[in-house]
C-alpha cells in the first residue's frame, strides 16, 4: 500500500495518512489470505520457549541461579538429610549458601538490567534503518537468527559455576535479540491485517504466542514429571535448550515464506547508525507535532505495560509466599493462566474490532486493578480466592497486550512501523523500572510483608489507566 502525497499540516493537526479511515479507503483493503495471517503468527508461537520455558520457568528459576553454580563445598553446606535448607526463613538466610544464592540471582539481574538498556537504545534506531531501506523481514530473519542462536549457545551450558556467567550472557544476549526481532515482528501486522481485521489479527498472534508456550512447558514438565528426563541433572536443561531451539526453528520458517515485505518508507531518510538517533529524536518531534495521539498513547502504554509485567514478574512470588503455592501448584496455575490468556486473546480480538482497541484495554486494565485489589483485601480466603482470581485475571492479561499493540498499528505513520513499534519496545523498557521499584517500596514500609507488594502494581496500572483515558482513540472501521 503506497501513502500518499503528505500533505500540510499545521502543528498539532492531524495527518490523514495516520487515519484509519484514510487507510480504510486504500485499494489494498481486501481480505488478506489467512495462510498468510496464520504464518505471521506462528512467529509468535516459535519464540514463546525462549519466554515461557527458558526465561520464565525452567531454565533460568531451576537451572541457571539454582546449586548447580555455586562452589560445591558451598552446595553441599545448603543440605540437610539429602533436602535443600529454606532460605527465606530468617535463621537460613544468613548462612553461607543462601547468601550465595542470593549473589546468583543478583548477578543475573544485572544481566538482564544490561539487556534492557540496550533495548531502550538499540531497538528504534534499527527500527529506523528497517523503515527506511523496506528490510522489516530481513531484519527480523536476522534476529530471529541470532536468538535461536542464543538457545543453541544454552545447549552448552554445564553445571558448573565457571558456565554461569556464559549462562547469563545467553539469557542477556537473548532479550536483547528477541526484543529487536519483536519489533520487527509487530511492524508487519500491516502486511497481514486491514483496519477492519487489525484487532483480531494482533489477538490471533498473541494467542498463538500464550498456547505455544503453554504447550511447550507442559511437554518439559510432562516428561520430568514423568521420569523421562531428571531435573536434578543439567543434562536435563541443556536438552530443554536444545528442544527450544528446534521449536524455535521449525516454527519460525512460514512467516519468511508467506507474509510480503512491506513498502519502504517515502519519507525515511537511510543514515548511518549514529545519525539515526538524530533521526529518531526528529521522529518523535515529528510524532508530537503532527500526531499527538500516538505520542501519548506510547507515554501511556509505557507505564500500564509496567504494570502488566509487573503481575507476570511477581504474581509466582505472592502465590508462593501468601498463598503457599508449590512448585507443582505454580507450575499447574500457570498453565492454566496461560491457557485461559491465549484463548481469551483471540477471542478479545474481536471485540478489539467491533469497539475499538481503547474500551477493550480500558476494560481490561480496570479488571485486573479489581483482581488486585480483591487479593488484597480477601488474602486469608486461601488458594481457592487466588484461583479464581487468577483465572479472571489471565482472561484478561491477554486482550489489554494485544489491544494496545493494535491501538499502535491503527495510528502509525504509513511507512514508519519499524521505527514506531521499536518506540514502542524502548518506551517499554524505559518504564520496567517502575513498578519494581514500587514494589519494593510498598513492601519494605509494611514491614517486609509481601502481599502489600500488589498495591504497587495496581497503582502503576491504575496511573497507565488514567493516562490513557485521556488519549484520542482511532477511529473505528467497521464491515
Known sequence: MSAPEPPAVSPGGSDPRF?????????????VPRKRVISWALWDWATQPFNTVLLTFVWVPSFLVSPFFLDPAVAQSGMVEGESIDCDT?????????????????????????????????????????????????????FTGLLIACQLGMVFVAGIPSFFWFGVAM????????????????????????????????GLGWGFGYLGGIIALAIVVGLILGGVLDGTEPLTFQLIAAGATVWTLLFAIPIFLNVPEPPPSRDSKRVNFFKGYVELFRSIARLWR??????????????????????????????ARVFGFGFTDLVIFGIALNLVAGISTIFAGRLDDRFGPKPVILFAIGGIIACCLAVFVGAGAGKSLFWVVG???AALVGPAQAASRSFLARVTPAGHEGEIFGLYATTGRAASWLAPLLWGIFIAAAAHQTLYGILAIALVLAVGFVLLVFVKAPPRVRD
Open 19 to 31: 487515519s484509519t479511515a484514510a487507510l480504510a479507503a486504500q485499494p489494498d483493503d481486501r481480505p
Open 90 to 142: 530468617a535463621t537460613n538466610t544468613a548462612t553461607e549458601y543462601c547468601r550465595a544464592l542470593g549473589e546468583l540471582d543478583a548477578n543475573l539481574g544485572w544481566g538482564i538490567m544490561a539487556a534492557g538498556i540496550l533495548i531502550a537504545l538499540l531497538a528504534p534506531v534499527l527500527g529506523q534503518r528497517a523503515d527506511a531501506t523496506g528490510r522489516k523481514k530481513a531484519m527480523l530473519g536476522i
Open 171 to 202: 539469557i542477556a544476549f537473548g532479550s536483547i535479540v528477541g526484543e529487536i526481532a519483536g519489533a520487527n515482528y509487530n511492524a508487519l501486522l500491516v502486511s497481514v491485517s486491514t483496519p477492519r481485521t487489525v484487532g483480531r489479527v494482533s
Open 290 to 319: 503532527e500526531h499527538r495521539s500516538t505520542f501519548w498513547f506510547l507515554l501511556a502504554s509505557a507505564v500500564y505495560r509496567d504494570g502488566l509485567a509487573a503481575v507476570f514478574t511477581f504474581g509466582s512470588v505472592i502465590a
Open 391 to 393: 483465572i479472571v485475571l
